[in-house]
């Protein structure tokens, strides 16, 4: 255990004490010392405890009191900083490899808790390749799509030929793991497991097999699909997993092009086997995510391995950019949908018994893929990424949104990417990351060549901040940082304490464990004094930790949230939630984010119009000189002024309709405006403007809405005495009155009618069984044959009895 201490202020005359491990302290350093004019903290670690570091100050208070804190000279600021390595140009020039992606390739160094933009720019490049896998389920029930699917390949082309000329189509089947219980292994099954409508026997049972690479031969594909051999397997689930992980890693074997769009049209009419199943088998060997294709094209490893899960797939066909559509009957369209939410880049659609709609089905597919663009990135854990675009719209607002949509050849997109280091890993192995950003199913990508900035160069040797048996440290031990890292069998503030404890009734040492003389309880009752420094008590759970200089904080004691502490979103730092992006309340439980509080697109795109606060995603309306704003938005303003419905609802009633609070009080005599009755009350936006006529549409007594509209009208001699002069529409939108004896004889009928129906239908069951019973019984009877032996349960009318003392004596 190394003892460290923070150098003495000289302005402020005040020292702050550490005790922590060395290794612990270094991770302090890295977070926090480096980044001196980042943020003041007040936590360090799981293993140990500490005092606030208030030597690390926020940029606006160095700023503002550097004279109090440290000399410039011995100030450690290190700023986020970008270089771009490589930067070509957007061009889609045909015959040359295209360039969608803007700039390619840069480095970062970016220090933690701050955000930093980076400007991306992306256009559709046209004829662009596209390479197109057809995989296919071959089993026997998928016989008569496969001499359909045959035919389609030339109208497949032609259709693709339209959006791009660079197109490779390739074939391949699968049916399933040849072991039990997915198909049988009886010798006869394995030779030929199923007839075919032909009256031929099938082909002997396979997993998967590459039956065509890509290639630019469209003819060669009808050939191949015709030739594939149809098999067959013994239970309801396929292995189309297995052969789809094989069709996405094997890049070479299928014929990938780099520089292309990836589809894989993925056909069958039953349901998939997954991660797990191969136990059933006694396969337990996890799946590699590897290729393993022999020079056949089969796959070889189908018994050695299980299938993969939908995890791998997903991340495999994110890192190989794969699109993939699933064409499956209707039936099985709910499951593939299920699948397609799962897997990035992936949509499904129904596959017809003919088979005719493929051709349209992969042309709206990858109609839909060109035409929009959506971001995705390979940011590690402690990178926190996200997107801001104005799409096509250059003069819009910048919103936070990943994709665009309505792209055409030419188009160009930018996108301001923030990237921002939420966490400093304790391995420094890490603070060096390589990620991508890119558009889903595309290969070009930007590279960033990430470096975070999580240690100082004061830490080092040779820096004037690193002096190895400084007199600070009392000769016996470094200077790092300013902070006191203590030689073996020293620790302390300035390394002045030799050993492990000093006597409980060295009062300097306990003045020192405290915060005040008023206050009476040492390192806060959580903690023993050695040295003049608080040792923290260490609790059951090594998780929940007591720390601070005088053991007065803890990181357990925050409100909790579904039985976590801040909810699980967050860090409990001396009583208070520390909550991670984008959460903050007082258990973290508030998610900050204003996409819910923005109206849909139109003129006002304003957070809450403009006209309030967004908190925990939700509208909170201002309220300003008694005008108070409502609705989900903020839109609405029934006190605004300039609306006098509610002032003059009460007259129009009482004098239209005669109802209302003035007609029950007898004062219509006190409505002093001019009200017509008429008809029905015209809106005429146009001509309402001109007039300053508003339209009201209020409640009013039983129920009743009425609609009536007004506007300033001067009358008097002189033209300056201002009335209302309003017109009322003539009926009122009344609610039909409920007919109370008609629910009721009609909830009785009903009742009755239902319990009858309900008897009936019981009493034709019970007939109907009845009827079923007694035949059964009839025709067992009469299939009985009866022996003529004696019926062991029948018991003769007389019983017959011996006198054991008769005797018969001869004559």
């Not at 969608?100 to 992306?122: A, F, H, N, S, W």
């Not at 990424?385 to 949509?405: A, D, H, I, T």
């Not at 007591?546 to 502490?565: A, I, L, P, W």
């Amino acid at each position: 255990m190394y003892k460290v201490d923070f150098r003495n202020n000289s302005r402020t005359k005040q020292m702050y004490p550490l005790i922590i491990d060395y290794q612990v302290f270094a991770i302090v350093l890295q977070l926090y010392s480096c980044n001196s004019l980042g943020t003041q903290i007040a936590s360090v670690s799981k293993q140990s405890v500490s005092a606030p570091l208030l030597r690390c100050v926020s940029k606006q208070t160095y700023l503002k009191e550097g004279d109090l804190w440290c000399q410039p000279s011995a100030v450690v600021h290190r700023e986020n900083t970008m270089d771009i390595l490589e930067n070509r140009r957007l061009s889609s020039i045909k015959g040359n490899d295209p360039v969608q992606v803007q700039p390619q390739k840069i480095r970062l160094r970016l220090r933690p808790g701050e955000d930093y933009r980076v400007t991306m720019k992306y256009s559709q490049a046209e004829d662009y390749p596209v390479d197109l896998y057809y995989l296919m389920d071959l089993s026997a029930s998928m016989e008569p799509y496969k001499d359909k699917l045959s035919k389609l390949g030339l109208q497949l082309a032609d259709a693709m030929k339209k959006l791009t000329s660079n197109f490779r189509i390739g074939f391949g089947s699968f049916v399933d793991k040849v072991v039990l219980p997915m198909t049988s292994t009886q010798p006869d099954k394995l030779e030929s497991p199923c007839i075919l409508k032909t009256e031929e026997p099938c082909a002997p049972p396979y997993d998967y097999k590459n039956q065509m690479p890509l290639t630019g031969n469209v003819t060669l594909f009808e050939d191949q699909v015709q030739a594939a051999p149809v098999s067959g397997n013994l239970d309801g689930p396929e292995g189309g997993l297995d052969a789809m992980m094989q069709v996405i890693v094997c890049t070479k074997e299928i014929g990938w092009r780099q520089k292309a769009r990836h589809l894989i049209v993925f056909s069958t009419d039953a349901i998939f086997h997954i991660a797990g199943d191969g136990k059933l088998a006694g396969i337990i060997e996890p799946n590699d995510c590897k290729c393993h294709l022999d020079e056949k094209g089969f796959y070889t490893y189908s018994l050695l391995q299980d299938y993969p899960s939908i995890s791998q797939l997903n991340r495999k066909a994110r890192e190989y950019n794969m699109n993939i559509i699933f064409a499956v009957p209707y039936e099985k369209n709910a499951t593939y949908q299920r699948l397609s939410r799962s897997i990035s880049g992936s949509s499904t659609g129904t596959l017809e018994n003919d088979s005719k709609n493929v051709v349209a089905l992969v042309s709206s597919e990858y109609e839909k893929l060109v035409d929009s663009v959506t971001m995705i990135d390979t940011a590690p854990k402690m990178i926190n990424v996200k997107y801001f675009s104005r799409c096509l719209n250059k003069m819009g607002e910048l919103l936070e949104r990943q994709e665009c949509g309505g792209l055409r050849v030419g188009n160009i997109i930018e996108f301001e990417v923030v990237l921002k280091v939420v966490e400093c890993p304790k391995d420094p192995r890490d603070w060096h990351q390589t990620m991508e950003i890119k558009p889903r199913g595309l290969n070009e990508s930007l590279t960033i060549d990430l470096e975070i900035m999580c240690d100082c160069p004061c830490e080092k040797p040779g820096h004037p901040g690193y002096q190895p048996n400084a007199a600070e440290c009392k000769g016996k031990g470094t200077s790092v940082c300013g902070v006191c890292s203590c030689n073996r069998g020293f620790y302390g503030k300035q390394c002045e304490c030799e050993g492990n404890n000093v006597s409980a009734d060295n009062s300097i040492s306990i003045t020192d464990c405290k915060p005040d003389n008023q206050t009476t309880e040492i390192c806060s009752g959580h903690g023993t004094c050695k040295c003049g420094v608080c040792d923290c008590d260490k609790r059951p759970n090594p998780q929940e930790l007591f720390y601070g200089k005088y053991c007065e904080c803890d990181n357990f004691s925050c409100k909790r949230s579904g039985g976590q502490v801040c909810g699980g979103r967050g860090k409990c730092e001396c009583g208070t939630c520390n909550c991670l992006p984008g959460w903050g309340g007082e258990t973290c439980d508030c998610k900050e984010t204003n996409s819910t509080c923005i109206p849909p697109s139109g003129e006002h795109v304003e957070i809450c119009s403009g006209r309030g606060d967004c908190i925990c995603g939700s509208c909170h309306c201002h309220e300003r000189d008694n005008i108070r704003y409502s609705g989900q938005y903020c839109e609405e303003c029934p006190t605004c002024p300039g609306q006098r419905c509610e002032e003059l609802k009460d007259c129009v009633e009482c004098v239209a309709y005669n109802a209302g609070p003035f007609a029950t009080n007898g004062k219509c005599d006190l409505c002093m405006h001019e009200i017509d009755i008429v008809d029905t009350v015209e809106e005429d936006s146009a001509k309402d403007a001109e007039t300053d006529a508003r339209i009201c549409r209020t409640p009013g007594d039983a129920g009743c809405t009425f609609v009536f509209k007004y506007q300033y009208h001067r009358a008097g001699t002189g033209g300056d005495i201002k009335i209302f002069k309003i017109q009322a529409q003539k009926e009122r939108a009344c609610p039909t009155p409920i007919n109370v004896f008609g629910v009721a004889l009609g909830v009785v009928i009903s009742t009755v009618i239902i319990g009858f129906l309900i008897l009936l239908i019981w009493k034709i069951l019970t007939i109907i069984h009845d009827k079923r019973e007694f035949a059964k019984f009839e025709k067992e009877r009469a299939l009985a044959r009866w022996d003529r032996g004696e019926n062991p349960l029948y018991k003769q009318a007389t019983s017959t009895f011996s006198n054991p003392m008769f005797k018969v004596y001869p004559s």
